[in-house]
């Protein structure tokens, strides 16, 4: 990341500690809230979310209704993609479902394929925007995001405090999730941006020629501008705020690269793909530092999943995130941190079924939750939830939705889930009664 770009998506942040006064404002009344820190504790999760922007095809882990979805759609599968395998349970084989077999088999995924709002669906409401907010926000709506309502519960319990190094990280994430309307948070909750290969954002430059003398030019040793800035910015600012930044500074910068110095395991080698150098740099910090509780990551990670057209493009973007993700769990399994450190895959909605004339999928209402990891408080479930093929008769209405009798959920339940597993028992309130994934996912 540029020094520039680094300084344009974190300049609120910096001048909410500059000058209290920008500080976000409003109030979500967290009174209500039961917090257990017996579980929290017991649980010590740690998240790491890839939101997938723009509506993700469930078809990459479902082909289970396929014959009936290429018999009915307007243009033909095979003709396009040429070869749609499916594996054992029914993934796409050459769209990740090999590595999601050996992943299911190792019990390092849980998959639900019923992700579906039937409330959307009474409303019609299928929008990027509402439905990217309302996911990342966990109500119907909106207010603060998902991790902006974690952060000030586990600040207002004791849990994560000033001394916590790093608690919340941001890759390229979607804004929501951090979203503080209706919420007011301390500073050092707001998450930090961080870029996902790792461009040390605390990092000032050694020296800097064009002030350099003629004979610092010669011995190879230029004049460090930022060095007598740093001493002088200490030595004439009174303690408080600011001169503790500045110390502050110096802290983050060594941690930042310890962690990407940090050599990876005998045997983990991620692909030099956008997701291996994210995931990779995530799980490090996940691993390296126990007070980063959620880090996520969204579009300018993973593209696009808005596949109105050119479809083919998500068979080779799902085989990369999926074998990156394999990986991952190896990295973090190496460390016997599989019970603590959780995977979590998900977008704002799914795509329809119906191949249209551009070769894509328009927007849909049922997609896949995949679960990586979390042992200590997930159950391995395996696969849940059953899809049927819905055909309204209509150009581009052809939808998979939750079999009669299968187990479905909101997606405002994914907020509930990530509540409880962080010790908040009755996350429902946050919700408007949305309560975690059941189907005997959480073991508390």
């Given amino acids: 990341m540029k020094r520039r770009d680094f300084l344009k998506t974190t300049s609120l942040i910096a001048s909410s500690f500059l000058f209290p006064s920008l500080a976000f404002g409003g109030e979500i009344d967290l009174s209500g809230v039961n917090f257990d820190r017996l579980i929290h504790d017991d649980n010590?999760?740690?998240?790491?979310?890839?939101?997938?922007?723009g509506g993700p095809s469930e078809l990459g882990a479902n082909l289970t209704n396929l014959d009936e979805i290429n018999q009915k759609s307007a243009n033909d599968y095979y003709d396009y993609f040429g070869t749609v395998t499916k594996t054992a349970n029914n993934f796409w084989k050459e769209a990740g479902g090999e590595a999601l077999e050996r992943m299911l088999v190792n019990e390092d995924v849980n998959i639900f394929r019923t992700c579906y709002s039937e409330l959307r669906e009474k409303s019609g409401n299928r929008s990027h925007g509402k439905s990217a907010r309302q996911t990342q926000t966990g109500r119907v709506s909106e207010g603060a995001g998902i991790f902006s309502v974690l952060a000030k519960v586990l600040h207002d319990n004791g849990v994560v405090t000033t001394n916590s190094k790093l608690p919340?990280?941001?890759?390229?994430?979607?804004?929501?999730?951090?979203?503080?309307?209706?919420i007011s948070l301390p500073n050092y909750l707001q998450p930090v941006s961080l870029y996902r290969g790792l461009d040390n954002p605390y990092d000032d430059f050694t020296g800097d020629w064009y002030y350099a003398t003629?004979?610092?030019?010669?011995?190879?040793?230029?004049?460090?501008?930022?060095?007598?800035m740093n001493r002088l910015s200490l030595?004439?600012?009174p303690a408080g705020k600011l001169a503790e930044n500045f110390k502050q500074r110096?802290?983050?910068?060594?941690?930042?690269?310890?962690?990407?110095?940090?050599?990876?395991?005998?045997?983990?080698?991620?692909?030099?793909?956008?997701?291996?150098?994210?995931?990779?740099?995530?799980?490090?910090?996940?691993l390296k530092n126990p007070d980063t509780k959620v880090?996520?990551?969204?579009s300018h990670a993973l593209g696009t999943w808005d596949e109105h057209n050119h479809a083919l493009y998500y068979v080779d973007r799902m085989k990369e995130t999926m074998e990156a993700i394999e990986i991952a769990m190896a990295h973090i399994k190496s460390a016997n941190k599989e019970g603590k450190i959780n995977i979590m895959l998900f977008g704002e909605f799914g795509r329809g079924v119906n191949l249209n004339d551009a070769k894509g999928w328009d927007h849909g209402n049922n997609q896949n939750l995949f679960l990586f990891g979390g042992k200590d408080y997930f159950n391995r479930v395996g696969i849940v939830g059953e899809t049927y093929v819905r055909d309204y008769g209509r150009v581009n209405r052809l939808y998979t939705q939750p079999k009669s009798g299968s187990y479905w959920f909101e997606p405002y339940s994914i907020a509930s889930?990530?509540?409880?597993?962080?010790?908040?028992?009755?996350?429902?309130i946050l919700t408007g009664g949305h309560g975690a994934i059941e189907a005997g996912l959480l073991k508390i």
């Fill in 44 to 53: 010590d999760a740690k998240t790491i979310v890839f939101f997938m922007y």
């Fill in 168 to 182: 919340f990280i941001t890759f390229d994430g979607e804004p929501y999730f951090s979203s503080t309307t209706d």
């Fill in 214 to 228: 003629t004979q610092e030019h010669s011995n190879g040793s230029p004049y460090s501008i930022i060095e007598d």
């Fill in 235 to 237: 030595e004439n600012n």
């Fill in 250 to 286: 110096e802290v983050l910068k060594k941690f930042i690269k310890e962690i990407k110095d940090d050599p990876l395991p005998e045997g983990i080698a991620y692909p030099d793909s956008i997701m291996g150098i994210t995931l990779k740099n995530a799980v490090k910090i996940m």
């Fill in 295 to 298: 880090i996520t990551a969204g």
């Fill in 417 to 428: 889930t990530i509540y409880k597993m962080y010790g908040i028992t009755n996350p429902e």
